[in-house]
């Protein structure tokens, strides 16, 4: 057989080759091949078996995986990537214990990121995300999801999923877009968030028509928007044939969870203080519970998801950076899986699949991204790591030796390409 890149002499090898979301007690059934090589073509991964069968294949070249773990790309399923802007200023206020909804309603938080995002021009946003991008592919991710909401208004919010959406072309990681122009309220609307909601929900036929995001999410929080509103504005997005995600019970629980299955969401997020009933409701559902432990770090909070029981009653989740300018400003979801570990109690095997095949349904890419199997993209990771444990073990640094994206090397080690 004749291919354009193989890997072999692989340590351990994990596959996540899985059907729909994990769910539950599966999440912590991994198979874990020893000796593997695996081969790509044209893109995409064409064999996979192991290192002694590897002798007879034809590879332009042949990489030396010198006993290392080899793992899908990482899959970040929730991101605020495109804005202006920063928020270290911000930090003097948290430390001082000033909670995270009394900035926003000092007008900072979202808002002063709104403001920045208003003026920067398209051309700064464009470069920034990219940057960004560059930045998480060197950490392992080869897909990611990104949302809008830092326009609160129509011109900038296209501006924003017009960024997206070049950026999905310009960069060699896979972009899944969301609007989520329902992210917080703007002053000029302070008096009037129904009529804000309105505003934005009329984008969605320009959205759907100019492809501009694949789903529709809303900041389900106090002094943002009630159930109630949300309710009504995701029913509008499904009609209009939008995949639905909520930001739901992340600082006061509201409800968002038990709102996201009932409203048929592909995934909650956040989730850090859902109720009983909202884990219960989760776990006997098809929704995802897309977990930010970051941002509870971040936030200098004590309440962190309760992702341990969700998992015990059955429901798959991911976990994600929430990569954004204020409440997680990281890109390195590999930090992710270490508090994933130590703060969530995942075990490893759930944790890679939270990062890998779980997190790619949660984004609607669940049969394109974060698994490898025949026919699937060449979205690899050589990790400079022995097996699957050490990488939730040794937190805070970068792991990735060598990222493929479409079975191209697209950062080594000290480089990008
Ligand atoms: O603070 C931000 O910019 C991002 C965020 N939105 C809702 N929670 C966090
Ligand atoms: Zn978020």
Same mark, same amino acid.
Request: hydrophobic residues 40%; proline residues 3%; charged residues 25%.
């Given at each position: ?11 351990? &090898? &994990? ?18 091949? +020893? ?17 002694? *069968? ?6 332009? *070249? ?103 959406? +070049? ?12 609007? &989520? ?40 929080? /106090? ?21 639905? *995600? ?124 974060? /698994? ?39 950062? *080594? ?5």
């Amino acid at each position: 057989m004749k291919v354009d890149t193989l890997i072999t002499n692989i340590g351990q &090898l &994990l596959t996540m080759d899985k059907k729909g979301p994990v769910k539950g007690s599966d999440m912590n059934d991994l198979t874990v091949m +020893e000796g593997a090589a695996v081969a790509v073509k044209d893109g995409r991964i064409k064999w996979i078996g192991s290192a002694e *069968k590897a002798v007879n294949i034809q590879a332009d *070249k042949t990489i030396d995986a010198d006993g290392k773990l080899v793992t899908p790309g990482l899959v970040e399923p929730h991101t605020h990537l495109v804005f202006g802007g920063s928020r270290e200023e911000e930090m003097a206020l948290k430390q001082q214990g000033v909670p995270y909804l009394e900035i926003l309603k000092q007008g900072g938080g979202i808002l002063s990121t709104v403001n920045a995002t208003r003026d920067a021009s398209y051309n700064e946003l464009l470069e920034k995300a990219l940057f960004h991008l560059d930045r998480m592919a060197m950490h392992g991710i080869t897909t990611v999801e990104a949302k809008s909401g830092y326009g609160l208004d129509k011109q900038t919010e296209l501006k924003q999923l017009q960024v997206t959406k +070049e950026a999905n072309v310009k960069h060699p990681l896979d972009i899944v877009s969301t609007f &989520l122009g329902a992210h917080a309220i703007p002053p000029e609307h302070k008096e009037d968030p129904e009529a804000f909601l309105s505003l934005m929900s009329e984008l969605f036929d320009e959205i759907k028509e100019k492809n501009l995001a694949e789903f529709i999410d809303i900041f389900t929080e /106090t002094g943002v928007f009630s159930v109630e509103q949300s309710l009504r504005y995701l029913k509008k997005a499904k009609e209009k044939g939008f995949g639905l *995600k909520i930001h739901a019970d992340e600082i006061d629980q509201l409800g968002g969870t038990e709102l996201a299955v009932e409203v048929g969401a592909i995934s909650g997020e956040h989730l850090a203080v859902a109720s009983d009933n909202g884990i219960k409701q989760l776990a006997s559902s098809n929704t995802i519970g897309v977990i930010l432990p970051g941002t509870v770090f971040y936030l200098g909070k004590d309440t962190y998801p309760r992702a341990r029981k969700m998992i015990d009653e059955g429901a798959a989740i991911t976990v994600s950076t929430d990569f954004n300018p204020g409440s997680s400003v990281t890109e390195n979801l590999q930090l992710i899986m270490s508090i994933a570990a130590l703060k969530l109690k995942l075990t490893p095997a759930e944790i890679w699949h939270a990062v890998t095949v779980n997190a790619a349904h949660a984004i609607g890419r669940g049969y394109e991204a974060g /698994t490898i199997a025949t026919g699937r993209r060449g979205d690899i990771v050589i990790w400079d790591a022995p097996n699957y444990k050490y990488i939730p073990y040794h937190y805070g640094v970068n792991h990735a030796n060598t990222v493929l994206k479409n079975g191209e090397i697209l950062y *080594k080690r000290g480089e990008i390409r």
